[in-house]
């Protein structure tokens, strides 16, 4: 491991070639800015990012001495992607790190990575993002570490050995934080219809933002709950201190809380620091059928743009932009359906646009992505109440979505049920109305 300054050691990339960098809380922002203050080395080097929650300088130099491929838009890539200055990559999170590794589609000539200082055996820690980094910079040609020691040390699989870097650049800086969003009226009434689908003792898998931590602030009365999760969270940790989540019934990793990283804040960085309790994975533990399969009660909750009439869920696409990714939303729901007594569960509020506009639709948008097909989605949930759809026909399904969309629109969604435009057999005037599982 040699060690030098940021600059120096990005001088060691090839002109044009592939880098992967690590994501989201877990991004070396030191090294990244040495790519934008010597972006005239490069003519088109490929840097693939997953998760990114703040805007970079190196964002400037794209098209011109960077490509950027994400595997996870956010907004300060979207506008890049819509443009056609970036691109969008759709792969399945479990299968991210053997896409980027030698003998993959797409191997990498480098990794870019912040890890904790190395301890007493030599090992350094990849801290809150593990997942599809680890794989990847264990079989890259050629590893940049920034050794940051506010990176926090998590226990599991997400150690490099000071022979897995090859050049080290020691700084100093917060770690990118991503808090939970405001909690309002609306997602806490669909945290209270998540809750009352989640039995004690059960594994959940649940995302970032306001949704899922109302969904967290709900199970405050459960009990020897679980977490295998892509993510920790925020929300988990008071569930922790109070005794809710305990693993003690988990079928893998019992007492652990497992997971590919942790997003959050310096709450959730500070959780985690060496933390037995908690167990990083790599993708293909966090996120992969092989292993996920045989977790007993494993409830996954995943959240959506829009939902049609069929089922059909789309988490990406947005009025002809592509504002978010495929993520680790369907290795989680494939897993749910294959787990003994699993469940998956998509939870979004019933409209979006200030009210303006329904979320449940009578068909997806022409170009919007598949998401989730509707044979993979157990139960859709909104502030108005939970749509059952296992063994339901279409048709039974619409009525079963129409009773938790949003009253203002749920006339034109049952008329929609018998017009050409979706695939829905009328079955006659008596069988309008909704029939859906409605709460409260």
Wanted: glycine share 10%; proline share 8%.
């Amino acid at each position: 491991m040699k060690l030098m300054t940021a600059h120096e050691a990005v001088a060691y990339l090839p002109p044009s070639g592939r880098v992967f960098v690590q994501p989201a809380c877990g991004l070396p922002v030191t090294l990244l800015d040495a790519l934008a203050d010597e972006r005239e080395r490069f003519a088109g080097l490929e840097l693939v990012i997953g998760l990114l929650f703040q805007p970079l300088r190196l964002l400037e130099a794209v098209p011109h001495h960077f490509r950027l491929t994400s595997l996870h838009p956010t907004a300060p890539v979207e506008p890049l992607i819509t443009a056609g200055r970036a691109d969008y990559l759709p792969v399945r999170y479990s299968r991210i790190p053997d896409t980027f590794s030698p003998g993959g589609a797409l191997p990498t000539d480098a990794v870019l990575v912040q890890v904790s200082p190395p301890d007493r055996h030599g090992c350094c820690s990849l801290g809150p993002a593990v997942s599809t980094t680890v794989e990847v910079a264990r079989r890259a040609p050629l590893v940049i570490a920034e050794i940051n020691p506010r990176c926090p040390r998590t226990h599991g699989d997400g150690f490099l050995h000071v022979r897995d870097i090859d050049i080290a650049v020691e700084t100093d800086h917060p770690l990118v934080e991503a808090p939970p969003g405001p909690v309002g009226d609306v997602e806490r009434a669909i945290g209270r219809h998540v809750a009352g689908l989640i039995p004690d003792g059960a594994t959940i898998q649940v995302g970032i933002g306001a949704v899922p931590q109302a969904i967290l602030d709900a199970l405050a009365s459960h009990r020897d709950l679980g977490v295998h999760s892509g993510m920790l969270c925020d929300g988990m940790v008071p569930l922790v201190q109070q005794g809710v989540i305990t693993g003690a019934r988990k079928s893998l990793d019992p007492y652990k809380l497992a997971a590919g990283e942790a997003i959050g804040s310096q709450l959730l960085f500070e959780f985690v620091d060496d933390n037995p309790a908690v167990r990083m994975l790599p993708a293909r533990l966090s996120h992969g059928l092989e292993y996920l399969r045989n977790q007993e009660r494993f409830v996954s909750i995943n959240s959506a743009l829009e939902v049609d009439l069929s089922g059909q869920v789309n988490a990406e696409w947005l009025a002809g932009r592509q504002v978010s990714g495929l993520g680790g939303s369907f290795d989680f729901l494939e897993a749910a359906m294959y787990a003994p007594g699993g469940v998956s569960v998509v939870a979004l509020p019933a409209t979006a646009a200030g009210g303006r506009a329904s979320r449940i639709v009578p068909a997806l948008a022409a170009g919007a992505a598949v998401t989730a097909p509707r044979y993979a989605v157990d139960y859709v949930v909104t502030e108005f109440g939970v749509a059952d759809l296992r063994g339901k026909t279409l048709r039974q399904r619409a009525e079963a979505l129409v009773a938790v969309a949003h009253p203002a629109f749920q006339q034109d969604l049952l008329d929609a049920l018998n017009t050409t435009t979706v695939p829905f057999p009328d079955r006659g005037e008596g069988d309008r109305a909704p029939r859906g599982s409605r709460a409260g």
